[in-house]
């Protein structure tokens, strides 16, 4: 169990390091705040089927067939007669196609539909937290999350966190580049500046810096 505790530490720390020679040196800016609840819901896009989902696989009119499986840390699923079938990276309706087109080997035209019950996503959709909170985590991003929604779910900061220090780091497909911006976790959580509640996006990583005094 040490040693466990031990590699995750240094995993957390050696992310950090990472993350933190990515940003520059420069300003960073700051995101547009973030309304608490948002006047209008809106669907994020579709969910892509990440290592331990719960997936349940329904095959119409062949109940033998139909099983729920969870998907291996190789990305991987087995099910009764399809061994090994690639699950990651792939939408539920993708898979869905998979599937049908493995069971029309065996299976004339089968009807095949997949749904996702326990969600973990790829690390592509989750929102990872670390540094000085009361418990580092990577959490699955839900639509029209925001900071706030993020620090509750880590228990917020804890008594070390320079929490106006934090910064957000954020991939952008479209450029290939990651960009840093500003957070002020202490004037959201300590002083209710509803100003600094962000919305999120999948795949953000936020830091959390200790105080130096």
Do not use: H
């Amino acid at each position: 169990m040490a040693v466990s505790i031990g590699m995750k530490a240094a995993a957390t720390l050696a992310l950090m390091a990472q993350l933190s020679a990515c940003g520059g040196g420069g300003p960073r800016p700051e995101l547009p705040a973030a309304g608490f609840v948002g006047a209008k819901e809106a669907p994020s896009d579709e969910y892509v089927i990440g290592p331990l989902d719960q997936l349940n696989i329904f095959v119409w009119r062949n109940p033998e067939i139909s099983t729920k499986v969870q998907v291996r840390p190789d990305g991987r699923i087995t099910t009764p007669l399809i061994n090994d079938m690639p699950a990651v990276g792939k939408t539920p309706a993708m898979l869905a196609d998979d599937l049908k087109l493995a069971l029309s080997e065996y299976i004339k035209d089968p009807i095949v539909s997949v749904i996702v019950e326990n969600f973990s996503g790829t690390f592509s959709q989750q929102i990872r937290v670390v540094g000085a909170t009361e418990k580092p985590a990577s959490l699955p991003y839900r639509a029209n999350m925001s900071i706030l929604d993020a620090m509750i779910a880590v228990g917020g900061l804890n008594e070390f966190a320079a929490g106006n220090r934090a910064r957000l780091v954020r991939y952008d497909p479209q450029s290939g580049k990651q960009q840093e911006f500003k957070l002020r976790l202490a004037d959201l959580l300590k002083n209710g500046d509803t100003s600094a509640n962000v919305r999120l996006e999948p795949g953000d990583v936020i830091i959390i810096p200790q105080s130096m005094f």
